[in-house]
Structures are given as structure tokens and as C-alpha cells.
């Protein structure tokens, strides 16, 4: 496993979590995830040779985790710009703590987001090398 490289380029995360607070990435997230995901798969890909979904998958993990806790430290922040996620949250807070709830919704979004980027990266191993 090449750590320096799952560190660097997990760090997006954190700066993707630091444009939501303000709500910089409403309507737009989903479109900046793909192309970071495109950019860590064709890193990974063409620099790190040896085990290219178990990279992905810790890179996507972290992705989750990241921006998760970014959002969750500054929970009145993230509210005060993204209502969606205010009216959400506000209903969850009477069964469980939304800090909490928010990173174990990171927690679950970084594992699919780590898996699907593993899935691409290993699908097109098989298609170009074999």
C-alpha cells in the first residue's frame, strides 16, 4: 500500500467539505466527486501498479470520513447554508444526535464511494490487460 499517495489524495475531501459549508457545492457535488474520482483512478491506474481497488476503496473511505467530519465539526455552519440538509438533520435530531449521524453517513457513503471506484479501476484492468 502506497500511504503517501492514499493521503494525498484523500485531501480533496477536506477541501470539498470546507466549500460545502458555505454551500459552494449544492447542484454541483455530485459532478466535482465523479471528476476527483476520475483523476484518483487514472492516478492510481498509471502510477500505483500494485493493488489498484485496495487504494481506491481507502481513498474513497477516506473521502467519506473527511468530509463528513469537516461538515460535522462545523454543524452550524454546514446548516446555516444548505437548507436541504438543515430540514433533514432538524428531523433526525429527535431520534439521534446529528453530528453522530452525519459521520456515520460519511462512514457509509466513503465505503460505496470506495467500492465503486475500486470496481471501475478493476473493470478496466481486465478490459486493457487481459
Known amino acids: ?23 459552494l457545492t449544492q447542484n454541483k457535488e455530485l459532478f466535482l466527486w465523479l471528476g476527483l ?7 492510481i491506474f498509471f502510477y500505483v501498479h500494485s493493488h489498484p481497488f485496495y487504494h481506491l476503496f481507502i481513498i474513497g473511505l477516506f473521502w467519506g470520513i473527511l468530509n463528513s467530519a469537516v461538515q460535522s465539526l462545523f454543524y452550524q455552519i454546514y446548516l446555516a447554508h444548505n437548507n ?13 444526535n446529528p453530528r453522530l449521524a452525519m459521520l456515520l453517513i460519511g462512514i457509509g457513503t466513503g465505503t460505496g464511494i470506495g467500492i465503486a471506484l475500486g470496481a471501475v479501476s478493476w473493470i478496466a484492468k481486465k478490459l486493457l490487460y487481459n
Open 1 to 23: 500500500m502506497n500511504w503517501p499517495v492514499i493521503i494525498f489524495l484523500s485531501l480533496p475531501a477536506i477541501v470539498m467539505g470546507i466549500l460545502s459549508l458555505k454551500g
Open 84 to 96: 436541504k440538509a438543515a430540514i433533514s438533520y432538524n428531523k433526525l435530531a429527535k431520534s439521534m
Open 37 to 43: 474520482g476520475a483523476l484518483c483512478i487514472a492516478y
